[in-house]
Protein backbone atom coordinates (compact mmCIF):
# COMPACT_ATOMS: atom_id res chain seq x y z
CA UNK A 1 0.00 0.00 0.00
CA UNK A 2 1.84 3.35 -1.05
CA UNK A 3 0.05 6.18 1.21
CA UNK A 4 0.85 8.08 -1.64
CA UNK A 5 -2.31 6.67 -3.68
CA UNK A 6 -4.00 7.22 -0.21
CA UNK A 7 -7.60 8.70 -0.23
CA UNK A 8 -8.57 10.77 2.87
CA UNK A 9 -11.38 9.53 4.37
CA UNK A 10 -12.33 6.63 2.41
CA UNK A 11 -12.72 2.86 3.64
CA UNK A 12 -11.47 0.10 1.91
CA UNK A 13 -13.56 -3.01 2.08
CA UNK A 14 -11.26 -6.26 1.22
CA UNK A 15 -13.99 -9.41 0.18
CA UNK A 16 -11.78 -12.58 -0.26
CA UNK A 17 -13.91 -14.99 -2.02
CA UNK A 18 -13.31 -18.53 -2.82
CA UNK A 19 -16.36 -20.63 -4.66
CA UNK A 20 -18.95 -18.64 -2.51
CA UNK A 21 -21.67 -16.77 -5.09
CA UNK A 22 -24.13 -17.67 -2.46
CA UNK A 23 -23.86 -15.14 0.20
CA UNK A 24 -21.44 -12.41 -2.32
CA UNK A 25 -23.78 -10.32 -3.63
CA UNK A 26 -25.46 -9.68 0.47
CA UNK A 27 -21.53 -9.35 1.56
CA UNK A 28 -21.00 -6.56 -0.92
CA UNK A 29 -24.71 -4.98 -1.02
CA UNK A 30 -23.62 -4.09 3.04
CA UNK A 31 -20.97 -2.04 1.92
CA UNK A 32 -22.83 -0.42 -0.42
CA UNK A 33 -25.54 0.16 1.95
CA UNK A 34 -23.19 1.65 4.23
CA UNK A 35 -24.32 5.46 5.26
CA UNK A 36 -20.61 6.64 5.02
CA UNK A 37 -18.87 7.95 2.14
CA UNK A 38 -16.31 7.45 0.23
CA UNK A 39 -15.63 3.87 -0.07
CA UNK A 40 -14.05 1.26 -2.34
CA UNK A 41 -14.65 -2.47 -2.58
CA UNK A 42 -11.66 -4.95 -3.30
CA UNK A 43 -13.13 -7.96 -4.26
CA UNK A 44 -10.62 -10.95 -4.50
CA UNK A 45 -11.32 -13.71 -6.12
CA UNK A 46 -8.74 -16.52 -4.65
CA UNK A 47 -9.12 -19.21 -7.72
CA UNK A 48 -12.68 -19.74 -7.87
CA UNK A 49 -13.68 -23.05 -9.98
CA UNK A 50 -17.52 -22.56 -9.71
CA UNK A 51 -19.74 -19.51 -10.67
CA UNK A 52 -18.37 -17.32 -8.40
CA UNK A 53 -16.40 -15.38 -11.32
CA UNK A 54 -19.59 -14.55 -12.84
CA UNK A 55 -20.60 -13.32 -9.80
CA UNK A 56 -17.45 -10.71 -9.14
CA UNK A 57 -18.26 -9.68 -12.70
CA UNK A 58 -21.51 -9.05 -12.57
CA UNK A 59 -21.09 -6.88 -8.93
CA UNK A 60 -18.33 -4.75 -10.64
CA UNK A 61 -20.24 -3.83 -13.49
CA UNK A 62 -23.47 -2.73 -11.57
CA UNK A 63 -21.16 0.07 -10.01
CA UNK A 64 -17.58 0.22 -11.25
CA UNK A 65 -16.51 3.94 -9.46
CA UNK A 66 -16.78 1.55 -6.23
CA UNK A 67 -16.43 -1.85 -6.83
CA UNK A 68 -13.13 -3.57 -8.40
CA UNK A 69 -11.65 -6.81 -8.55
CA UNK A 70 -8.36 -8.83 -8.74
CA UNK A 71 -8.26 -12.71 -9.73
CA UNK A 72 -5.08 -14.47 -8.40
CA UNK A 73 -4.51 -18.17 -7.44
CA UNK A 74 -5.79 -20.05 -4.57
CA UNK A 75 -3.83 -18.26 -2.07
CA UNK A 76 -6.28 -19.16 1.04
CA UNK A 77 -7.77 -16.00 2.73
CA UNK A 78 -4.85 -14.09 3.88
CA UNK A 79 -2.69 -14.14 0.63
CA UNK A 80 -6.22 -12.95 -1.07
CA UNK A 81 -6.69 -9.94 1.89
CA UNK A 82 -3.11 -9.50 1.49
CA UNK A 83 -3.07 -8.83 -2.20
CA UNK A 84 -6.23 -6.57 -1.54
CA UNK A 85 -4.60 -4.41 0.89
CA UNK A 86 -1.56 -3.87 -1.40
CA UNK A 87 -4.15 -2.19 -3.58
CA UNK A 88 -6.05 -0.40 -1.78
CA UNK A 89 -6.50 3.63 -1.76
CA UNK A 90 -8.29 4.10 1.86
CA UNK A 91 -7.50 5.69 4.41
CA UNK A 92 -9.28 3.43 6.67
CA UNK A 93 -9.14 -0.80 6.02
CA UNK A 94 -12.03 -2.98 6.25
CA UNK A 95 -11.95 -6.83 6.12
CA UNK A 96 -14.96 -8.72 5.41
CA UNK A 97 -15.03 -12.66 4.53
CA UNK A 98 -18.10 -13.15 1.80
CA UNK A 99 -20.64 -14.99 4.07
CA UNK A 100 -20.90 -12.15 6.45
CA UNK A 101 -21.75 -8.66 6.17
CA UNK A 102 -22.18 -5.28 7.84
CA UNK A 103 -24.65 -2.96 9.24
CA UNK A 104 -24.97 0.20 7.66
CA UNK A 105 -23.63 2.73 10.48
CA UNK A 106 -20.21 0.81 10.48
CA UNK A 107 -18.03 3.28 9.07
CA UNK A 108 -19.93 6.16 10.39
CA UNK A 109 -20.27 5.16 13.96
CA UNK A 110 -16.28 3.73 14.10
CA UNK A 111 -14.85 6.47 12.19
CA UNK A 112 -16.05 8.86 14.85
CA UNK A 113 -14.90 6.88 17.46
CA UNK A 114 -11.29 6.79 15.72
CA UNK A 115 -11.55 10.69 15.81
CA UNK A 116 -12.68 11.58 19.16
CA UNK A 117 -9.30 9.56 20.08
CA UNK A 118 -6.65 10.05 17.60
CA UNK A 119 -4.08 7.41 19.30
CA UNK A 120 -5.87 4.85 18.47
CA UNK A 121 -5.14 2.56 15.72
CA UNK A 122 -8.00 0.49 15.76
CA UNK A 123 -11.81 0.73 16.44
CA UNK A 124 -14.54 -2.30 17.31
CA UNK A 125 -18.09 -2.48 17.75
CA UNK A 126 -20.50 -5.09 18.11
CA UNK A 127 -21.50 -8.12 16.55
CA UNK A 128 -24.49 -10.43 15.67
CA UNK A 129 -24.42 -13.91 15.22
CA UNK A 130 -27.15 -14.85 12.70
CA UNK A 131 -27.82 -18.05 10.93
CA UNK A 132 -27.83 -18.73 7.50
CA UNK A 133 -31.74 -16.86 6.87
CA UNK A 134 -30.48 -14.15 8.48
CA UNK A 135 -31.97 -15.07 11.97
CA UNK A 136 -30.10 -13.74 15.16
CA UNK A 137 -28.73 -16.28 17.35
CA UNK A 138 -26.55 -14.41 19.91
CA UNK A 139 -26.02 -10.81 20.48
CA UNK A 140 -23.72 -9.48 21.11
CA UNK A 141 -21.65 -12.18 20.04
CA UNK A 142 -18.03 -13.04 21.95
CA UNK A 143 -16.50 -10.63 23.37
CA UNK A 144 -17.34 -7.91 21.15
CA UNK A 145 -19.98 -6.15 23.74
CA UNK A 146 -16.85 -5.65 25.91
CA UNK A 147 -14.99 -2.71 26.25
CA UNK A 148 -11.47 -3.43 25.89
CA UNK A 149 -8.17 -1.11 25.46
CA UNK A 150 -5.69 -3.97 24.36
CA UNK A 151 -6.25 -6.97 22.08
CA UNK A 152 -3.81 -8.45 24.92
CA UNK A 153 -4.12 -10.31 27.27
CA UNK A 154 -7.55 -11.80 26.16
CA UNK A 155 -5.79 -12.60 22.81
CA UNK A 156 -4.22 -16.00 23.94
CA UNK A 157 -7.48 -17.37 25.57
CA UNK A 158 -9.13 -17.04 21.84
CA UNK A 159 -9.62 -14.17 18.93
CA UNK A 160 -12.29 -12.62 20.97
CA UNK A 161 -13.94 -10.78 17.62
CA UNK A 162 -14.42 -11.45 14.32
CA UNK A 163 -12.53 -10.33 11.08
CA UNK A 164 -15.41 -7.80 10.38
CA UNK A 165 -15.72 -6.45 13.69
CA UNK A 166 -12.36 -4.05 13.80
CA UNK A 167 -11.90 -1.14 11.72
CA UNK A 168 -8.08 -0.44 11.23
CA UNK A 169 -6.29 2.85 10.07
CA UNK A 170 -4.15 2.74 7.46
CA UNK A 171 -1.16 3.02 8.80
CA UNK A 172 -1.48 0.48 11.24
CA UNK A 173 -2.28 -2.41 8.58
CA UNK A 174 1.43 -0.48 6.81
CA UNK A 175 3.01 -1.20 10.45
CA UNK A 176 2.03 -4.79 11.04
CA UNK A 177 2.73 -5.82 7.27
CA UNK A 178 1.88 -8.93 5.04
CA UNK A 179 -1.12 -11.31 6.00
CA UNK A 180 0.26 -14.88 6.31
CA UNK A 181 -0.45 -17.64 4.22
CA UNK A 182 -2.03 -20.01 6.55
CA UNK A 183 -4.85 -21.19 6.21
CA UNK A 184 -6.53 -21.38 9.38
CA UNK A 185 -4.83 -19.54 12.14
CA UNK A 186 -3.74 -15.63 10.06
CA UNK A 187 -6.59 -13.75 11.35
CA UNK A 188 -5.69 -14.79 14.90
CA UNK A 189 -1.52 -14.13 13.72
CA UNK A 190 -2.74 -10.68 12.03
CA UNK A 191 -4.49 -9.24 15.48
CA UNK A 192 -1.95 -10.38 17.74
CA UNK A 193 0.95 -8.51 15.77
CA UNK A 194 -1.18 -5.72 15.95
CA UNK A 195 -1.40 -6.26 19.49
CA UNK A 196 2.47 -6.73 19.69
CA UNK A 197 2.74 -2.92 18.76
CA UNK A 198 0.63 -1.77 21.49
CA UNK A 199 -1.66 -0.50 19.66
CA UNK A 200 -4.77 1.21 21.84
CA UNK A 201 -8.41 0.54 20.82
CA UNK A 202 -11.56 2.59 20.19
CA UNK A 203 -15.01 1.35 20.96
CA UNK A 204 -18.46 2.41 19.79
CA UNK A 205 -21.30 0.97 21.86
CA UNK A 206 -23.56 -0.16 18.77
CA UNK A 207 -24.16 -3.05 16.46
CA UNK A 208 -21.85 -2.94 13.50
CA UNK A 209 -21.43 -6.51 12.15
CA UNK A 210 -23.27 -9.76 11.36
CA UNK A 211 -21.31 -13.32 11.58
CA UNK A 212 -23.05 -15.75 9.62
CA UNK A 213 -23.84 -19.61 10.63
CA UNK A 214 -24.32 -22.05 7.84
CA UNK A 215 -23.99 -24.86 6.50
CA UNK A 216 -22.03 -24.10 3.00
CA UNK A 217 -18.21 -24.70 3.20
CA UNK A 218 -16.38 -22.59 5.69
CA UNK A 219 -12.58 -23.01 6.74
CA UNK A 220 -13.86 -22.94 10.97
CA UNK A 221 -16.13 -24.55 13.07
CA UNK A 222 -15.20 -27.85 12.47
CA UNK A 223 -12.43 -30.25 13.70
CA UNK A 224 -9.12 -29.88 12.92
CA UNK A 225 -7.60 -31.38 9.87
CA UNK A 226 -3.64 -32.57 9.78
CA UNK A 227 -3.17 -29.29 7.68
CA UNK A 228 -5.17 -26.73 10.30
CA UNK A 229 -2.92 -28.63 13.51
CA UNK A 230 0.52 -27.73 11.41
CA UNK A 231 -1.22 -23.44 11.51
CA UNK A 232 -2.02 -23.62 14.79
CA UNK A 233 1.49 -25.36 15.66
CA UNK A 234 3.24 -22.34 13.87
CA UNK A 235 0.82 -19.87 15.09
CA UNK A 236 1.33 -20.64 18.85
CA UNK A 237 5.14 -19.66 19.41
CA UNK A 238 4.43 -16.80 16.92
CA UNK A 239 1.43 -15.49 20.02
CA UNK A 240 3.75 -16.46 22.64
CA UNK A 241 6.17 -13.59 21.02
CA UNK A 242 3.87 -11.07 20.18
CA UNK A 243 1.73 -11.23 24.13
CA UNK A 244 5.40 -11.07 25.31
CA UNK A 245 5.95 -7.96 23.08
CA UNK A 246 2.45 -6.96 24.63
CA UNK A 247 3.71 -6.69 27.89
CA UNK A 248 1.73 -10.20 29.13
CA UNK A 249 3.16 -11.44 32.36
CA UNK A 250 3.73 -15.69 32.89
CA UNK A 251 1.74 -16.10 36.00
CA UNK A 252 -1.27 -14.03 34.26
CA UNK A 253 -4.81 -16.51 34.07
CA UNK A 254 -4.32 -15.85 30.23
CA UNK A 255 -0.78 -16.76 29.90
CA UNK A 256 -1.72 -19.60 32.25
CA UNK A 257 -4.58 -20.80 30.01
CA UNK A 258 -2.20 -20.77 26.98
CA UNK A 259 0.18 -23.05 28.11
CA UNK A 260 -2.18 -25.59 29.00
CA UNK A 261 -3.55 -25.09 25.25
CA UNK A 262 -0.48 -24.98 23.78
CA UNK A 263 0.55 -28.30 25.84
CA UNK A 264 -2.39 -30.29 24.55
CA UNK A 265 -1.35 -29.18 20.73
CA UNK A 266 1.58 -30.97 21.31
CA UNK A 267 0.03 -34.09 22.10
CA UNK A 268 -1.93 -33.03 19.08
CA UNK A 269 0.47 -32.49 16.55
CA UNK A 270 2.41 -35.66 17.99
CA UNK A 271 -0.06 -37.97 17.06
CA UNK A 272 -0.20 -36.46 13.89
CA UNK A 273 3.94 -36.85 13.57
CA UNK A 274 4.35 -33.59 13.15
CA UNK A 275 7.68 -33.73 15.83
CA UNK A 276 9.31 -30.22 14.70
CA UNK A 277 6.16 -28.44 15.94
CA UNK A 278 6.03 -30.41 18.49
CA UNK A 279 9.02 -29.43 19.73
CA UNK A 280 8.34 -25.75 19.55
CA UNK A 281 5.44 -25.92 20.60
CA UNK A 282 6.48 -27.75 24.09
CA UNK A 283 8.84 -25.16 24.52
CA UNK A 284 6.70 -22.44 24.73
CA UNK A 285 4.41 -24.07 27.04
CA UNK A 286 6.56 -24.65 29.81
CA UNK A 287 7.93 -20.77 29.00
CA UNK A 288 4.38 -19.95 29.60
CA UNK A 289 3.55 -22.16 32.61
CA UNK A 290 3.93 -20.00 36.02
CA UNK A 291 6.35 -23.03 37.15
CA UNK A 292 8.19 -23.09 33.67
CA UNK A 293 6.70 -26.98 33.20
CA UNK A 294 8.44 -28.57 36.19
CA UNK A 295 5.36 -29.36 37.06
CA UNK A 296 4.53 -33.38 37.21
CA UNK A 297 2.71 -33.37 33.72
CA UNK A 298 5.27 -32.01 32.00
CA UNK A 299 8.15 -33.54 33.32
CA UNK A 300 6.36 -36.73 32.66
CA UNK A 301 5.88 -36.41 29.23
CA UNK A 302 9.57 -35.19 28.49
CA UNK A 303 10.38 -38.36 29.92
CA UNK A 304 8.24 -40.22 28.14
CA UNK A 305 8.95 -38.65 24.77
CA UNK A 306 12.97 -39.16 24.95
CA UNK A 307 12.06 -43.15 25.29
CA UNK A 308 8.78 -43.68 23.32
CA UNK A 309 8.73 -41.04 21.29
CA UNK A 310 6.82 -38.57 20.44
CA UNK A 311 3.57 -40.12 18.34
CA UNK A 312 3.33 -43.03 20.95
CA UNK A 313 3.93 -40.49 23.95
CA UNK A 314 1.16 -38.29 23.10
CA UNK A 315 -1.12 -41.21 22.78
CA UNK A 316 -0.91 -42.62 25.62
CA UNK A 317 -0.33 -39.97 27.80
CA UNK A 318 -4.26 -38.41 26.37
CA UNK A 319 -5.25 -41.81 27.05
CA UNK A 320 -4.15 -41.98 30.30
CA UNK A 321 -6.19 -38.57 30.67
CA UNK A 322 -9.32 -39.67 29.66
CA UNK A 323 -9.16 -42.99 31.92
CA UNK A 324 -8.68 -40.73 34.76
CA UNK A 325 -11.14 -38.31 33.12
CA UNK A 326 -9.03 -35.39 33.90
CA UNK A 327 -11.23 -31.98 33.66
CA UNK A 328 -10.07 -29.07 32.30
CA UNK A 329 -9.09 -27.70 35.58
CA UNK A 330 -8.97 -24.13 36.70
CA UNK A 331 -6.05 -22.82 34.82
CA UNK A 332 -8.68 -23.26 31.88
CA UNK A 333 -10.42 -19.98 30.85
CA UNK A 334 -14.15 -19.79 29.16
CA UNK A 335 -13.66 -18.81 25.76
CA UNK A 336 -15.51 -15.90 24.56
CA UNK A 337 -18.04 -17.97 21.45
CA UNK A 338 -18.53 -20.67 24.81
CA UNK A 339 -22.24 -19.24 26.08
Known sequence: ????????GMVSTIIPVYNRAVFLTEAVSS??????????????????????SATIAQLVESQPDIIRSLRISNSGPGGARERGRLVARGEFIQYLDSDDRLLPNKFADQIEALQRDPECGVVYGKTRLIDEAGQVLIAPFKKSGERRETLFPEL??????????PLY???????????????MGE?????????ALGTKLAYCDTFVSEHRQHTHER????????????????????????AQ??????????????????????????????????????????LADRRQGKSAEFRVFAAMTKTLGWRLSAGIFDGLRNLLK?????DTLKQSWMN
Not at 187 to 195: E, Q, R, T
Not at 326 to 330: E, K
Open 1 to 8: MDDSAKTD
Open 31 to 52: VLDQNYRPIEVILVDDGSTDGT
Open 156 to 165: LVDRWWNTHT
Open 169 to 183: RREICNAVGPWSTMR
Open 187 to 195: DWLYDAKIG
Open 219 to 242: LTGKALSAGALTDFGKLIPELFFC
Open 245 to 286: QAGVQVGSPEMQHFSRWAFSLVRQLGRVAEIGLAKKCFDVAR
Open 326 to 330: NSPGA
